[in-house]
């Protein structure tokens, strides 16, 4: 990445190339079949520092900047991108969300523990009919005393199994008697708060992905997160941050594809019929390798805004986009290239390929990102 940053982050990238390579690699395929991470990868995790990595040191974060968890971010999906997903939600979606809105005293109770990795993050929007549109949530929450008690339940909740505080969206009523989404604090240990089944996935497998269900769950007045009836808004900005780790988790699955298919190659020029020096493999590879560093420069771009504390949505939006569709074009096309062999578990490119299509999905699908481009371009339909 010299032609974006220089050589100011080569240190950086090779940390977190070396974690990829020595630290994931060897567990990817058992993690895959056995759909869950590892503890000691959690561990590992939590010892190198990489759950917090943008969170203040006074925090017990890393104290680095967003560029260096989007780095993080592609290192570690070339080689595991639901591992990459874990420190996403964790450092971006749940701490971001508290460190942004929450109170001094939220702040320095969640905070802590999540940026330290004593505790996994996870955040929970999306229901049964209730995905990209948040005013569909049917999960409410209501007061009672010094309490909310929420009803409802969540489904595709990445680090559920893993995490110990959860954000929750649910519809709150206000003093003008509308509903409107607000965002709660949640712990694991409340009262009434369950994790339910265990989603079978084609990706991503290793990641905990479950449904979560809250009956009469408890919840103390004092964990309501921003403003009440605020909640779309604190979804759409953790969102934002969210979208650009994405895209970066995309770029790490395209260009550890391509890198997994060349090394094949190179290894297998014998039975392979010499296909590395073919110019039909050879202007196909070159292709896929100019789509996957443009879409680089888009991830970086955004990337490199949000640490400047500038407007970043449409750029965002833009990365994710292009970066999930270019994961899933050059996946597609490094399994082709490799034939039967890109087929078996024995070559991480069949996880990749279907890694790589969650990406068009979650955290705003690309039919949602297409219309967040045009709305911020000034188009309305």
Partial sequence: MN?????????????YRDFAEKK??????????????????????KECGLLGIPMDKKYGGAGKDFVSATICMEELSKVSPAVAGIINVTSELATDGIR???????????????????KIGAFAITEAGAGSDTAAVKTTAVLDGDH??????????TNAELSGIFLIGAQTGLPDGKRKLSMFIVEKEFPGFAI????????????????????????????????????????????????????????GIAQGA??????????????TDDLINKQGVQFKLADLQTRTDAARLMVYRAAILWDQKKNFSREAAMAKLYASEIANEVSRECVQIM???????????????????????????????????????GLKA
């Fill in 148 to 157: 909310y008690v929420i009803n409802g339940s969540k489904i595709f909740i």
């Fill in 100 to 118: 942004v809105f929450g109170t001094k005293e939220q702040r320095a109770k969640y905070v802590p523990q999540l940026a330290s990795g004593d």
């Fill in 196 to 251: 339910g089944k265990h989603e079978k996935k084609m990706g991503i497998r290793a990641s905990s992905t479950c449904e979560l269900i809250l009956e009469d769950c408890i919840v103390p007045k004092e964990n309501l997160l921003g403003e009440l009836g605020k909640g779309q808004k604190i979804a759409l900005i953790c969102l934002d941050g969210g979208r650009v780790m994405i895209a970066a988790q995309a770029l």
């Fill in 24 to 45: 994931l690699r060897p567990y990817v395929r058992q993690m895959d079949v056995e759909e869950k991470t590892s503890a000691h990868i959690i561990l590992r995790l």
């Fill in 339 to 377: 034939g039967y062999e890109g087929c078996t578990t024995d070559y991480l490119v069949e996880s990749m390929m279907r890694d790589a299509k969650i990406t068009e999905i979650y955290e705003g699908t690309n039919e949602i990102q297409r219309l967040v481009i045009a709305g911020l371009m």
């Fill in 258 to 271: 391509i890198d997994e298919t060349i090394s094949y190659l190179k290894a297998n020029a014998a039975q």
């Fill in 3 to 15: 032609y974006i940053f220089g050589d100011s982050r080569n240190e950086e990238i090779a940390y």
